[in-house]
């Protein structure tokens, strides 16, 4: 065989091709793992709120949205109180009680405080609207020094003023002297 017949036979006439199969089946494969992170993340992604600038012009539409949002569900009332109330003395007003008819509710409230096992009020409060708060109550009655279990009741109205449900929890009432 001559040197030019064994030169030609070693480059051959045909070109090496290396096999780009594995590099294809790697791209796809590393482009599926791409949309299917961005999706998951168009999905499962944290919603955060647009920056709003609040404006003399948009403050009431703002408000109605935030209602509507964040409002307990009907036929729901989120109670915000101390569950205890100490008062120096019967005539006193309390030192740590506090009841708040939250934001989040959708009526105007009041309450009253009756004893245990007792229907005669011990105290009735005002109307309390939405988003307003009651602290330094004073009871209507005179009761002894000593440690009570009472019940706050929770009275929602409508726009009538018209009782529409009630909400009772139990209340701990410290009388000092």
């Known amino acids: 065989m001559s040197k030019d017949k064994a030169s030609q036979k070693i480059s051959g006439s045909k070109q090496y091709k290396p096999n780009r199969r594995p590099v294809i089946l790697v791209s796809i494969a590393a482009m599926v793992l791409v949309i299917g992170g961005i999706l998951a993340w168009f999905v499962f992604g944290e919603d955060e709120e647009p920056n709003i600038v609040v404006t003399p012009d948009n403050v009431e539409d703002l408000l109605a949205d935030r209602e509507e949002q964040e409002a307990t569900p009907m036929g729901s009332f989120e109670v915000m ?15 740590d ?13 009041y309450f009253t405080i009756t004893l245990e096992g007792n229907e005669e009020p011990l105290y009735t409060s005002p109307y309390i609207p939405v988003g307003s708060r009651m602290e330094n109550v004073t009871l209507n009655s005179d009761l002894e020094a000593g440690t009570y279990d009472t019940v706050l009741t929770y009275h929602l109205v409508d726009g009538e003023y018209q009782d529409i449900s009630e909400v009772s929890v139990a209340l701990e009432i410290i009388i000092e002297k």
């Open 97 to 109: 009680a506090y009841i708040a008819n939250s934001i989040n509710n959708r009526n105007t409230v």
């Open 81 to 95: 109180m101390t569950t205890t109330w100490t008062f120096p003395n019967s005539k006193s007003a309390s030192t």
